[in-house]
């Protein structure tokens, strides 16, 4: 089976090594993935990205796409005659590219869907408080994330665990979905479903605006939404001017004790809180604008302030 992998980031690294693994098995005639990116400096060389990295460790040869949507680009998966393609956190495709497999094209996604369609399924389950997860295959159509599914593999949520650990899981998870799905796809065994609608929901692009914390939502929401952005792009509030992002927080409803204003700060035996609606909230992990990410305790020992109220807004 002659397979043309689509992917950029370490979260499709794992089933391109699964492919590989599977040995003759499979044929992976082509890695597309996003273009190199630039570092900092004047004489630093662009940065690969992890899955072209890993393509390269593995002796395939990649293309690096700067515009699906180019006709050239068509033609060159055309001219490679896939039976199917693979595409795993990668771009919206257009019908040119991904109907030229001609046993079809299949994307991981990592929400159980029909739920979660949309560029931040991780982050917005955690957000939501989800207890359970899950990675999804299903065959490409024009409209995103909305194609008959092939194959879903569910797993429970840790209540602590956040969203830079959940996709390190669900890609290993995945990397075993993409496997199976192709030896689905190679029998002619597959087996698919359509998606229910009333059942979906939306996992939007995160952005400056989405990822700010709001101090007036309930103590056990401020815990998920910080853990549903951490570590990156991370959770953020203003404190005296400045941005501050917070990568790790716990409840501690009444620790800090008597309620005043949701955003309001504390200071307790050398630890720091925040306050929600509904009780306290414990930072643990931060970074303030300018310096580098830190412990509480650290920042404490480092912030001298006067007498008057603190917040975080």
Same mark, same amino acid.
């Given at each position: 089976m002659r397979i043309i992998f689509m992917g950029t980031p370490e979260f499709a690294v794992p089933s391109l090594r699964a492919i590989a693994a599977a040995g003759k098995e499979f044929e992976i005639v082509l890695v597309v993935t996003g273009a190199d990116k630039p570092r900092r400096g004047r004489h630093a060389e662009a940065e690969p990205s992890p899955v072209k990295q890993a393509a390269l460790g593995l002796s395939l040869r990649v293309h690096e796409a700067d515009d699906v949507n180019d006709p050239a680009f068509a033609a060159t998966i055309e001219s490679l005659k896939p039976d199917v393609i693979v595409v #795993? &956190?990668?771009r919206i495709l257009p019908p040119a590219v991904y109907e030229q497999a001609t046993l079809g #094209?299949?994307?991981? =996604? &990592?929400?159980?869907? /029909?739920a979660y369609r949309g560029a931040a399924p991780i982050n917005w389950a955690l957000i939501n408080g989800e207890s359970q997860t899950g990675v999804t295959t299903f065959f490409l159509q024009k409209r995103v994330d909305t $194609?008959?599914?092939?194959? =879903? *593999? #569910? +797993? /429970?949520v840790d209540p602590l665990e956040n #969203? +830079?650990?959940? &996709? $390190?899981? !669900?890609?290993v998870i995945g990397a075993g979905a993409v496997v199976e799905t192709l030896r689905l796809i190679a029998s002619?065994?597959? %087996?698919v479903s359509g998606q229910d609608e009333t059942l979906a929901s939306r996992a939007p692009k995160l952005d400056r605006e989405n990822t700010r914390i709001v101090w007036s939502r309930p103590v056990a929401s401020l815990h998920d939404f910080i853990r549903g952005l951490a570590q990156?792009? %991370?959770a953020w509030t203003t404190f005296e001017g400045k941005t501050m992002k917070i990568f790790k927080a716990a409840p501690a409803l009444n620790a800090a004790g008597e309620l005043s204003a949701p955003g309001t700060i504390a200071v307790r035996d050398g630890r720091l809180y925040a306050q929600g609606s509904d009780g306290w909230l414990e930072? *643990?992990? !931060?970074? !303030?604008? $300018?310096?580098?990410?830190?412990? %509480?305790a650290e920042f404490l020992r480092g912030f001298r302030h006067d007498s008057s109220p603190l917040s975080v807004v």
């Open positions: #795993a &956190a990668f #094209a299949f994307n991981l =996604h &990592a929400s159980l869907l /029909p $194609g008959n599914i092939i194959f =879903h *593999l #569910a +797993t /429970p #969203a +830079t650990e959940l &996709a $390190g899981r !669900l890609s002619g065994s597959v %087996a990156k792009p %991370a930072l *643990l992990w !931060l970074q !303030l604008e $300018g310096r580098k990410p830190m412990e %509480a």
